[in-house]
Antibody
Framework: QVQLVESGGGVVQPGRSLRLSCAAS????????MHWVRQAPGKGLEWVAI????????YYADSVKGRFTISRDDSKNTLYLQMNSLRVEDTAVYYC???????????????WGQGTLVTVSS | QSVLTQPPSASGTPGQRVTMSCSGSSSNIGSNAVNWYQQLPGTAPKLLIYGNNQRPSGVPDRFSGSKSGASASLAISGLQSEDEADYYC???????????FGGGTKLTVL
C-alpha cells in the first residue's frame, strides 16, 4: 500500500533554511504528481506546492513563492521541499501527498503522510 | 482569509443528515472540480470526495458531494459519532495558478 514518510522538520531560526524529504513506497513514484500541504497549529490546511509526475511543471502558493522549491528524485522515490528565508508564519506540520491520477496534470492529493513539524522561532 | 468559504461549524445527532457548504468564485469552483477531505483529530487528512461527487474506494456511500455554479456541498447521511471531524473543500484556482482549501468546517455529533 502507499506509504509516505516525511522527515527533516525541526526548530529553526527566522531567515534560515530547512529541507524536508518525503520517502515514498507502495506505488510507482515516477507516475504521480506530488503535493506539499501544511497546517499551522490549530489552523486549517494550506496548500504549498505541487510538482508534476515528470518534474516539468511546478506551482507554488503565493505565500511561499520565491522562497520554497519543490523537487523530486525518482531514482530515490523521494520528494523534497527546500525552504529558504523561513518566517515565523511558516511554522506548521508539513504533509507530503500523492496526487490522485496516474500521469495526469494537476490533480488533487489522495494519499498523505503523517507530517513533519517545522517550528520557526528565535 | 481562505479563498473558499466554509462555515466554521456544523452539528447533528446520530442518524441525522447534515450538509456543509463551500463557496468560491468563477476562477475556482466555477471552473474546476471540487474535492472534500475529512481530518479526524490528530491525523492526516483523508480524501472523501473527488471530482465533485466521486467517492474513492472504501468511502461509505453515506458521504456525497455536489456542485452548482461556484458553490459545492458535502452531505453526510446516517450520521455516526465517528464522523466527528474537520471537513475541508479544495479545488484548483485558475487565477492563482494553485490549489486552494476552504477554512474547514468542524462537525460535532451531539
Amino acid at each position: 500500500q502507499v506509504q509516505l514518510v516525511e522527515s527533516g522538520g525541526g526548530v529553526v531560526q527566522p531567515g534560515r533554511s530547512l529541507r524536508l524529504s518525503c520517502a515514498a513506497s507502495g506505488f510507482t513514484f515516477s507516475n504521480f504528481g506530488m503535493h506539499w500541504v501544511r497546517q499551522a497549529p490549530g489552523k486549517g490546511l494550506e496548500w504549498v506546492a505541487i510538482i508534476s509526475y515528470d518534474g516539468s511543471n511546478n506551482y507554488y502558493a503565493d505565500s511561499v513563492k520565491g522562497r520554497f522549491t519543490i523537487s523530486r528524485d525518482d531514482s530515490k522515490n523521494t520528494l523534497y521541499l527546500q525552504m529558504n528565508s523561513l518566517r515565523v508564519e511558516d511554522t506548521a506540520v508539513y504533509y507530503c501527498a500523492k496526487a490522485l491520477i496516474r500521469r495526469a496534470s494537476n490533480n488533487p492529493p489522495v494519499d498523505w503522510g503523517q507530517g513533519t513539524l517545522v517550528t520557526v522561532s528565535s | 482569509q481562505s479563498v473558499l468559504t466554509q462555515p466554521p461549524s456544523a452539528s447533528g445527532t446520530p442518524g441525522q443528515r447534515v450538509t456543509m457548504s463551500c463557496s468560491g468564485s468563477s476562477s475556482n469552483i466555477g471552473s474546476n472540480a471540487v474535492n472534500w477531505y475529512q481530518q479526524l483529530p490528530g491525523t492526516a487528512p483523508k480524501l472523501l470526495i473527488y471530482g465533485n461527487n466521486q467517492r474513492p474506494s472504501g468511502v461509505p456511500d453515506r458521504f456525497s458531494g455536489s456542485k452548482s455554479g461556484a458553490s459545492a456541498s458535502l452531505a453526510i447521511s446516517g450520521l455516526q459519532s465517528e464522523d466527528e471531524a474537520d471537513y475541508y473543500c479544495a479545488t484548483w484556482d485558475d487565477s492563482l495558478n494553485g490549489w486552494v482549501f476552504g477554512g474547514g468546517t468542524k462537525l460535532t455529533v451531539l
